[in-house]
């Protein structure tokens, strides 16, 4: 394993997680404004009022008594997500891709009866998966059609796209392709496969999985040198809004490409890990600097992003 001195990450303009709390999150993202985040059924209230696309609600379980109701809610279809409001990091998410003669079925085939639903569902009401262990309401959404321009790129998940938001700057992205080891979750940590984008053409730059350097992802092995993300423009000017939409200074926008309906908003972070800097081989230190630095005028949503996408690209200086 391979170790830098601290003096070498701060000349690679690497942003630490101490620095990013304290003069990033601490100094531009408001307290009074962290439900509009942590909070995923406001953050699609949210998302709906200001015309951004959001996969489909379909019910929300406040309490214990109305678990029972969830096969009635789900009735018809042939998939569903159930997720906690309050939830970070992929917890408490139940994925069910397939549903035959009343059972309920998850993307590598496992089946999951109903009790199991409503156990599941039951604890993510307790505050089992949420932020600070709070009592939770669970989320019932509709499942995202996989956009076939991903085939073979992720494994047993549908892949996500990341982009930094900085005073309403796209600064940075990457594609999360889920893998065995992430049980088909686009969450990092628990082994999700990480492809820096430039934020000029959505290309792929580097990838890495449990912060190592990969070429090829580790269960399809397809190469991951010539990604080329779809809608780019839109993925862009969405997260840009996302800073009007929830007044947040640092934010991580996370989302993801349904082959109907095209990009949709699955939610906000107010504290985005740092991991995206090591899949795009580069520091975001120098970008939020520059970005500090501006004067003028406020730029409109569609000024920020042809900014960004001239200053943050991978051949510009940053």
Known sequence: MNYAWPWELRKSGVLNMNKRNI?????????KFYKRVDDKLITKQLALANGIAVPDLIGVVHEQHKIQEIPELVKNRTGFVIKPAKGSGGKGILVITNVEHGCYYKPNGHEVTPNEIYRHVSNILSGLFSLGGKPDVALVEGLIEFDPVFEGFSYEGVPDIRLIVFKGFPVMGMLRLSTAASDGKANLHQGAVGVGLDVATGKSLHA???????????????????????????????????????EMGYLGTD??????KGPLLLELNARPGLTIQIANGKGILPRLKHVEAMKGPTMSVEERVAYAKIHFSSSALF
């Open 255 to 260: 989302m993801v490409l349904d082959k109907n």
């Open 208 to 246: 890495v999985q449990f912060d190592k350097p990969v070429t090829k992802h580790p269960d399809t092995h397809f190469p991951l040198s010539n990604i080329q993300v779809p809608h780019w423009e839109t993925l862009l000017h969405t997260a840009s809004s996302a800073y009007e939409m929830c």
């Open 23 to 31: 003069d990033y999150i601490g100094r531009y993202n408001k307290r």
